[in-house]
């Protein structure tokens, strides 16, 4: 599945699943790139196999242009 | 506050706070590398300025030795 609404629409929330932990914390590191790039850092959680990536803007406790912007970017080519 | 016992009993949690986001990252990988040393993998959430690790047997539901040794080792002197 790709990006999905959370907490009544003030979240984008998507997992990837990898094969290991290691597959799994380097995609982490690649969306933590991305993050310092954009400026914008999203709420990571992960572990063996997976990741799931959490967006929003703290400041409004919802959804701005950025957070759209930085989950189109979050689809390292590596990913499963 | 250190390691605390979380859902019943079940999981140690414990977070760190960090002065941004790369720091965090970086504690995260520092983790990572235990448990990759450990074969024995955390749970690992992290954003802006905070990174929680949560430890616990996903085979038995709940806390066993290798935990509390894992817990133990994942206080990299960088931390805050």
Redesign the interface.
């Known amino acids: 599945p790709g990006w999905q609404l959370a907490d009544a629409g003030n979240r984008l929330t998507r997992t990837w699943k990898f094969g290991n932990?290691?597959k799994a914390?380097a995609f982490?590191?690649k969306v933590?790139e991305l993050?310092?790039e954009e400026g914008h850092?999203?709420?990571?959680?992960?572990?063996?196999g997976y990741a799931t990536v959490e967006i929003w803007t703290?400041k409004i406790g919802g959804l701005h242009e950025n957070d759209f912007i930085l989950a189109a970017k979050s689809t390292p080519p590596t990913a499963s």
């Open positions: 932990f290691a914390l982490v590191n933590g993050a310092e850092h999203p709420d990571v959680t992960f572990g063996w703290h």
